[in-house]
């Protein structure tokens, strides 16, 4: 079962209790029985998914519960910590300190996307300000060199490696020194993978990271082989002292469970998700946020951190006009041309889950169509307040739009649709939320964020009296 299917169907299991009249230990039975198939399809470690209904059972005693209380959403409550504690294995990660040198050797098996993850994090450090740079110590696969070249390259991240050195310890050593001396603050050093834990190359695991005395040493996982990551994690941990967990392939058809699973086993706390094949696939992990996301609660804070990459404040105009509230087809079509892959966009707004890589590539489809249709649209169209209206009193305009842009009038008419709909779908574009959104995107307020994402449940409220 792929991440986003499990979402959905834990999520149900949820709101079963949401329909219910009484709540009672059958009905509780019931839905942590759904709630524990859906995990175990997803191939989280038996002996896990048994905690986790062990522990809702013990914290949910529904005979010692006030008359008063919600029953409904302690339940809930209690579950969603559960399946946090899943993937949280209870140990603060590692971070980069800017302005000083950060050694950052990844370890991990072939196949398991560790040369293209190196790239992906010295990429998203650089587009955040940080001086990046890559090292090759992979002598053992032929073309790893090439590979991690040519990324660098399209990413202009400065590298280093050689084709005549055969000592990956020599090639390590050398690299860190050179950046070093150029003071460099995010230094990746990239080993040499195998088809299997042979004790060769835990050995040499052991030898690049005595030569370069790494900050941090990750571990890449690849979340299609499930829980057989638990004993490789273990394996690279007993040689060297893995600090940080990257998993990879989250967007396919991997049941992903077993690797998350894995995680929480091995003390390593999860730093990075992989979501895809491109350079920006790539993202922070965050426990609850990410629990959050897969139960299609939202993750409010990642939003707003998203929409402040942006950088909407070098738009006077469509700064005011969202924070007014005064959504137009012009300040829509700026927001998606500016906002990333679409999907993971989405994946942060309460009401959409983890989507498959087939949804995100039918919804980034039909946003190009949009997009194509507001190209054909004039500048009364694209900013008048009321589009849908104006549409409406002249319908030829939609004949109009729709042959500029090579589509059906109904497709111009569902954009229309939707143009009305997206600010309630979203939430966002209300000009209340929308003026306070931009107020809490302020870094000195966006500490004080937490527990707005989400199911609230650090706030009980006395209703659903059974």
Not at 44 to 65: F, G, H, P, Q, Y
Not at 377 to 385: G, R, T
Request: proline share 3%.
């Amino acid at each position: 079962m792929v991440l986003a299917n499990l979402g959905k169907k834990i999520t149900s299991a949820l709101r079963s209790l949401n329909n219910a009249i009484v709540i009672n230990e059958e009905l509780l039975n019931n839905m942590l029985t759904e709630v524990c198939t859906a995990l175990s399809e997803a191939d989280v470690n038996t002996t896990l998914v048994k905690r986790l209904r062990d522990n809702v059972k013990s914290a949910i005693v529904l005979e010692e519960m006030a008359s008063g209380l919600n029953k409904k959403k302690m339940i809930q409550c209690a579950v969603l910590k559960e399946l946090v504690q899943l993937v949280d294995p209870g140990v603060n990660a590692w971070n980069p300190t800017k302005g000083k040198n950060n050694v950052i050797m990844f370890v991990g098996l072939q196949g398991s996307g560790k040369t293209t993850t190196c790239s992906k994090m010295a990429y998203f450090y650089q587009r955040k300000g940080w001086k990046t740079c890559l090292i090759c110590a992979d002598t053992y696969r032929a073309g790893a060199f090439d590979q991690l070249k040519q990324n660098a390259t399209k990413a202009r991240i400065p590298f280093y490696g050689s084709y005549s050195e055969v000592d990956p310890v020599v090639i390590a050593r050398e690299g860190v020194e050179r950046f070093k001396s150029e003071n460099f603050e995010i230094i990746i050093v990239d080993t040499s993978g195998r088809h299997k834990q042979e004790e060769s190359l835990l050995e040499e695991m052991l030898q690049v990271s005595n030569a370069v005395q790494p900050d941090n040493i990750v571990y890449v996982m690849d979340a299609s082989i499930g829980q057989a990551c638990e004993s490789q994690a273990k394996a690279f941990k007993d040689k060297v002292d893995v600090a940080s967990v990257i998993v990879t392939k989250l967007d396919g058809h991997a049941k992903g469970g077993g690797a998350l699973s894995a995680v929480a086993a091995t003390k390593s706390p999860i730093i990075f998700i992989g979501t895809g094949e491109h350079i920006d696939d790539f993202e922070p992990f965050k426990s609850q946020a990410f629990i959050k996301k897969l139960l299609g609660m939202g993750d409010i804070e990642g939003l707003f951190n998203k929409i402040n990459e942006l950088k909407l404040e070098d738009n006077e105009e469509l700064m005011n006009n969202l924070i007014h509230g005064q959504i137009t087809m012009r300040s829509m079509y700026e927001l998606f041309q500016n906002m990333g892959p679409f999907g993971h966009f989405m994946q942060m707004v309460p009401g959409f889950g983890f989507m498959s890589k087939q949804n995100e590539q039918d919804i980034s489809a039909k946003l190009k169509k949009h997009m194509t249709i507001m190209d054909s649209m004039n500048d009364q169209e694209l900013d008048d307040k009321d589009v849908p209206k104006l549409f409406s009193k002249e319908p030829n305009r939609i004949q109009r739009v729709a042959r500029g842009a090579g589509v059906a009038t109904s497709d111009v008419q569902e954009l229309l649709t939707k143009f009305s709909l997206i600010g309630g779908s979203m939430g966002l574009f209300k000009g209340g939320n929308m003026n306070q959104m931009f107020k809490m995107m302020d870094p000195r307020n966006l500490n004080h964020m937490g527990g707005m994402d989400g199911l609230r449940c650090d706030e009980m409220q006395s209703e659903d009296v059974d």
